[in-house]
């Protein structure tokens, strides 16, 4: 075999493997979204999202450590892109832990998709098609779908679904129209 033959074989099996190790920065399954998956911590948010803004609802340094210990709200972490677009919602398993793992994403950019092409650009049709609806709560302003298959609940807005807001009226499967737009979701990691 020539050397340019092996050069070649061995230029075509290197991309080959960086397409495999290559993840989807977008995508979203059960466990994982994007970057983020089961085993990512707190710390590791400041190195997969280098490149966009992280913004903490953590207390500042100089408020006293016991208002940081008794403090009843969730660590949450919003990423925003550069350009100030809100991406996502973090939220952390453990207060004032940054070796905590994940709790929940939030997502509230489009680019981010399942394997079976659900988005935020997605439609109750879509969902409905895709995924099994395997309950659904009703709250003041939305109606929340429960997906198993991925872990995740979609909140539709009450207004989509032609119901008045601050209604604690049940919505079932039949009453969402085809064409209600996904307000947002939430992949839970637990």
């Given at each position: 075999m020539t050397l340019i033959k092996r050069l070649f074989y061995f230029i075509i099996i290197m991309l080959f493997f960086?397409?495999?190790?290559?993840?989807?920065?977008?995508?979203?399954?059960?466990?994982?979204?994007?970057?983020?998956?089961k085993k990512t911590t707190i710390a590791d948010l400041s190195n997969i999202f280098k490149n966009d803004s992280i913004?903490?609802?953590k207390p500042l340094a100089e408020t006293i450590d016991s208002q940081k210990i008794f403090s009843l709200n969730d660590d949450e972490y919003d990423i925003y892109s550069k350009s100030g677009k809100k991406?996502?919602?973090?939220?952390?398993?453990?207060?004032?832990?940054?070796l905590s793992k994940i709790k929940s994403v939030g997502i509230y950019d489009p680019n981010y998709v399942t394997d079976k092409g659900i988005?935020?650009?997605s439609t109750f049709k879509d969902?409905?098609?895709?995924y099994l609806v395997n309950n659904i709560e009703t709250t003041l302003?939305?109606?929340t779908?429960?997906?198993?298959?991925?872990?995740?609940?979609?909140?539709?807005?009450?207004?989509?679904l032609g119901i008045s807001e601050f209604s604690r009226e049940q919505v079932s499967l039949n009453q969402i129209p085809d064409m209600a737009k996904i307000k947002y979701f939430t992949i839970w990691f637990n």
């Open positions: 960086i397409q495999c190790t290559n993840t989807n920065k977008y995508e979203v399954k059960k466990g994982m979204v994007g970057n983020i998956n913004v903490s609802n991406l996502l919602e973090i939220t952390a398993s453990k207060q004032n832990d940054s988005s935020l650009k969902i409905n098609e895709n302003t939305s109606a779908l429960f997906i198993d298959e991925l872990n995740a609940t979609i909140s539709i807005d009450k207004k989509e």
